[in-house]
Every structure is written in structure tokens, then in C-alpha cells.
């Protein structure tokens, strides 16, 4: 399975609730407004940092560069993938479920 | 692989859209097929003729119609939601056609993925 | 719901003979905003393709099946109804997630249709069992 | 006392247009004046014309011109808005007529009290 | 200061923003899918409780009717209103504020 | 952002001498969602009033003002650099949340304008004593 997320963890419970329905081994993509979850230091990090322990966490770089989020700031095992990269994992994963 | 492809939300409003477009762009230039991309809730403003942003801006409708024509896109407007919105064939622009829901629970049986952007 | 009940247009098609594993996700309130009353369309018209539809209710999304809604003074209708009539249509698989009611202190008591109660675990694997997951 | 009302959001798919029209008529009905209510964002969805909801659902639309119309209720669109949106002349309704931000921003001036209604 | 709040506060951060903003003696008032914050016996239920001991909680009663949550659930201490109700609250304070 | 500059109708109107004060309060991301883009067309258009225009930044309306946004990659325009425009407007009273920078692992140096960070009691009374409060 192939969660996406797109609202910022700290507006929306979203990216809280697709964590909490993310098995182990799920690939989970951030993307939009969430790619905010994607870097170190804040305080949802701790969550996002354990979620990339036991699934494999992508950011979409596109959306990471609109907001200047540089990806030196980015936790680590985090992956970044461009538009081409999201369509690849979409033909890795049978299914895949948007969290809006 | 095909792809089938749900959009919740209406242009510039939410980025939701632009992610379709950029997704189905991406699926086509890899050599997939994206069967159908389904126009639903404020998803039907996309296929508005009157949508004019500025001219420095993308303009979402014709990218739309553009990758339709190419690529074989079916542009689906949901009936029963484009009644609500005031989206109906007088302001439909061209590449998108009006029809039920039926047609994305059908994509949804027919393709390989189904793809959801939204808000 | 008049609307809702419209058939598509290629009966061929959806006679195909595939059946998936559908799960229509509900997790936004009713009212509020529109996702709620339009994912019920679009479950109805699902009735049509003789698929295996599944419905689960997480997060605000179980709030759309809460007993004793009354919008008219909200000048809307109460859609909630149209939910008891599910079964008509052979749309029975209804699941709803025990951690998300306890968040928001809701029982069994509270739900006008019958569901089935599981633990976020079990919601999570019944997901990924599914074919095509639609979200709003 | 004068109301100024901002509504961010189409008809029917948040409340928010529903609760700023409720707060609206009751103002009146309490013998407040409303001097204008500004769409911007998606709410300049609720000048289209074209709107055509369920007979059996609330008609937003008619509802707003009618409000209007009766209590000289000043309905204004955001021409730059609209635009994106695909609304012009075009397409609204009866009631309502576009206009620059600055009325927003005037309205804010001139009312005893500025609400907004949104997502 | 009148603040209203029109969402639910286990989706969106409105309703916490908004209640760590709201100085002593400030009116809130819960519209559209905040109402289903003003219930008890929910995991946000203490938050709110905390608020109304300091500041004027307000649940608009037909957002409440509209969603089934019956008036004998509401957190002790909020005061039920209708639409003419929230007029006159505007009419108290001389600033709104709406929390989205 | 030309068509942000056109002037409103009605001059007589707008030079009444009245002067309020006025806050924009950004709470929503930019990029995501349109609402901070035409928030600031708000903001320049509330210019040309004459009026006592406060910008306030919490929760996630403060990476509005990130340094080094480039949305070219998702096709859109980089409205970010015109914050920097706006002392020329005479707005000037940019404030930035201590804790929701706390929140969001951010700095002062983060920053792409002069902002004044302050306090979330600081925002709570700036907030109260204002005339017309705007938010999206």
C-alpha cells in the first residue's frame, strides 16, 4: 500500500491518522503542504522520525523546493522522489490511498 | 499500467489539482495510459471555458484539454455535481465531456491504479 | 437523493464481470462541508457495478452515521437517513474504528445503522486488502 | 448597527455560505443593516447564474439575490477572483455585480463590524 | 473580543489556536463542525472545559441540532445560542475574529 | 500580481479620513491552498486606504514568509518575494509568533522580510486591541 499524505501535520490530523493505519513496510509519500512533516527540528519530527523506522517515507521534491524547505533539513531515511519517482512507486504499490 | 484519476477540488483554490495534472503528466511521459481523470465535488470548475487567471499564471483548463487531446484523456465532469456549481455544457470548455458518476466507479474497475487529489 | 439513482451510460461495461474490493473512507464531519453527502452518491452508484464495497467511518467521518440528526435549521437535509437504506442495495459492509470513538466519547449506542466495531489494527489491515481505496 | 460580511467559499460545499447567510438574516431580522456582503476566494462561486441544486435543497443563489433585493443588501464579487474562477458578466446572476477588493477593504471601514465566513 | 471557531478540533488546529489566543473575558462562539467541541467526554473535552473557565463559551444550537449532539452532552458552563443569538454577540463585542 | 494594483471604484469613499486598525491574520501555508496569495492582494490593496494595516503570522502562515521559496517545479509563481515589497507600501507591522516558530523548527534567519517576533500573549493582546480582524 501506498499512503499519500498532503495537509501539514500541524494544521490537519491527516498525516497523524495515516501513521496510525500505515503498516510495516507501507510506503507513505509527502506531498503539498505536507512536506512540512519532512524536516527535523519540529514538533511532530519524533513521529515522523519513528514512522520512517518501520515504513519507507518519501517527499515529493518538487513541493519541498516551492516552500524552501531545503533537503539538507530533512529527517533522516526520508527519500526525496520527483513527479516521475511518485508514478514509479504507484506501479510498486497495488493500491494506493490518498489522506486528505 | 492505467491509471484512473479523482479530483476533488476546483482550480488555483487548491494545489490538490495541479498535482493531478502533474502526476498524469508524469504517469504519460513514462509511457503509462491515464484512461480517465474524473472531475468531482469543486473538481468541476477545471472544465469551466470562462477560467481566464492571469496571463503570467498557469492556466489549468487548457492544460487539461491540451493532455487530452495528445493523449486520449478522458476529461469526465460529474452531472449531478457540475448542477450544483452551475457547470453545465454552456460553460463547458472544450476536451471535458458531462456525464454520472458511474463513470469513475467504472475507471475505478477498469484501471490498474485509481489516484485520488484533493483537499 | 433523486439525483444519485441515475444509471451511467455504458451498461456493457460495468457487466464486465470484474468484481473489486472497494472501500469508500469517510473521515470528514457531515454538514460542514459537502465530501460527506457526495461520497454517499458515490457509494449508491457503486451499488450498480456489483462490486464488493466496503465503508469505513474513522476519524470525523463517524459522525456522519450519529443518531438524531436534525439540519433543518441549517436549511439542509438530513442525508443520514439514506444510510439505513444501504442494505437495500447490498452495501452491508459498514466498519467503524473503536480508538476514533473513544476520542470522541461515542458508543455503539450512537450509530443509527448497524456496523461493525474494530480496532484501528484491524482497520488498517482490511485496508490494505482492498483493490481501489476512495477518499474525499 | 452596520455588517460588513466576507465569504471565502462556493455554495454547497462548506457551510461556511450557509452560516454567513443564517447570520445575515437574522441581523436583519433584528434590525441591523447588512451594507454588503463581498465573495472572494471560491465564494464567488455563489454569483453564478447558473447554479441549479436538487428542487428539494436550498437554492444559495436565489436565496442571496432575494436578500438583496429586499433589503438592499450590496452583493459584491472580486472581479480578479472571478476571473480565476471562470465567473464574469457572463455568468451572474441577477443581484450581484463584480468589483475591485477595494470594497472589501471599504466595507471593513465603514461597518461597526466586519464577519467572516470561510474554510 | 468575539472569536468564532467553525472546525472540528479533532481534523484541524482552529480550535486550539483560537483558545490559546483568547485572552481572560474573551466570547467564543463554536459553529458548523466545532460544536462537536463543545460535547462531553472527548479527548478534547478538558481543553475546552479550561476555556470556559475563563473565558464565555457560546455553541450555536441549530450547528448542534444539525449534527445530532444532543444539548444534555454540552461541557458544563456553555451557553447554548441561535443565529439571532450570535447577532447579539457581535453586537457586544466590537471585534470578530474568525478562526477557519 | 499586476491586476492586484487596480484601484477601487469609489474615491470619495476611501479618502473619509477614517482610520482603523486593521489585521490580516495568516494561518494557512502557502502553496497548498490559494488562501495566502490572495490574502496579500488584500493586504496591498488595503494599502491604498490609508489604513493602519497589521500583518499577523501563526501556525503554518508563518512559511509564507520562508526565504527561498521556488515553486517553479509545481508550476506556479513565486509570490513570496513580494512580502519584500511591501515596506514600499508603507506596511511595515509584520509579527511572527515565537511559539508557532518553536513548533515549526524555525528562526528569525528563516526569514525573508523584518519581522517582529513576539510572544503568543504579545499576538493574543496586539489581536485585541485591534478594529477589523481578517482571516482566510
Known amino acids: ?100 | 499500467m492505467k491509471f484512473g484519476i479523482l479530483v476533488n477540488e476546483g482550480p488555483y483554490n487548491h494545489q490538490a489539482v495541479d498535482s493531478a495534472y502533474q502526476f498524469a503528466k508524469a504517469a504519460i511521459a513514462k509511457g503509462h495510459t491515464v484512461s480517465r481523470v474524473f472531475f468531482y465535488y469543486d473538481g468541476v470548475h477545471n472544465a469551466n471555458k470562462l477560467l481566464e487567471a492571469p496571463q503570467d499564471e498557469r492556466q489549468i483548463g487548457k492544460l487539461w484539454a491540451e493532455m487530452a487531446k495528445e493523449h486520449g484523456v478522458d476529461l469526465v465532469v460529474c452531472v449531478a455535481a457540475g448542477l450544483r456549481r452551475g457547470l453545465k455544457e454552456e460553460t463547458l470548455a472544450e476536451g471535458f465531456r458531462i456525464s454520472g458518476l458511474g463513470q469513475l466507479i467504472e475507471v475505478g474497475i477498469q484501471a490498474d491504479r485509481m489516484m485520488t487529489f484533493g483537499d | 437523493m433523486s439525483e444519485v439513482m441515475d444509471l451511467p451510460g455504458d451498461d456493457e461495461e460495468y457487466a464486465s464481470g470484474v468484481v473489486k474490493k472497494f472501500m469508500f473512507v469517510n473521515r470528514k464531519a457531515p454538514h460542514g462541508s459537502i465530501y460527506a453527502l457526495e461520497v454517499l452518491e458515490m457509494v449508491l452508484i457503486s451499488a450498480a457495478f456489483d462490486q464488493d464495497v466496503h465503508l469505513a467511518f474513522i476519524d470525523d467521518g463517524m459522525y456522519q452515521i450519529v443518531k438524531g440528526q436534525d439540519p433543518t435549521g441549517i436549511n439542509q437535509k438530513n442525508f443520514s437517513k439514506t444510510f439505513r437504506a444501504l442494505d437495500g442495495y447490498d452495501i452491508e459492509k459498514l466498519y467503524v474504528e473503536r480508538e476514533g470513538m473513544e476520542e470522541r466519547g461515542l458508543t455503539e449506542d450512537d450509530f443509527l445503522v448497524d456496523v461493525e466495531v474494530i480496532s484501528q489494527a484491524e482497520m488498517a489491515e482490511l485496508m490494505n486488502g482492498m483493490d481501489v481505496v476512495l477518499s474525499a
Not at chain 1, 1 to 9: A, E, I, Q, Y
Not at chain 1, 15 to 41: F, M, N, P, W
Not at chain 1, 76 to 93: A, M, P, S
Open chain 1, 1 to 100: 500500500m501506498l499512503h499519500t499524505v498532503n495537509k501539514s501535520p500541524f494544521e490537519r490530523n491527516a498525516l497523524a491518522s495515516c501513521l496510525a493505519h500505515a503498516t510495516d513496510g507501507a510506503a507513505i509519500l509527502l506531498i503539498e503542504d505536507a512536506v512540512y512533516g519532512a524536516t527535523k527540528g519540529t514538533s511532530v519530527a519524533a513521529k515522523v522520525e519513528a514512522a520512517a523506522a518501520k515504513c519507507k517515507v518519501f517527499v515529493l521534491g518538487p513541493d519541498l523546493a516551492a516552500r524552501g524547505m531545503s533537503e539538507d533539513k530533512l529527517i533522516d531515511g526520508i527519500t526525496v522522489v520527483d513527479y516521475e519517482g511518485f508514478v514509479d512507486l504507484t506501479v510498486e504499490h497495488s493500491v494506493v490511498q490518498a489522506w486528505l
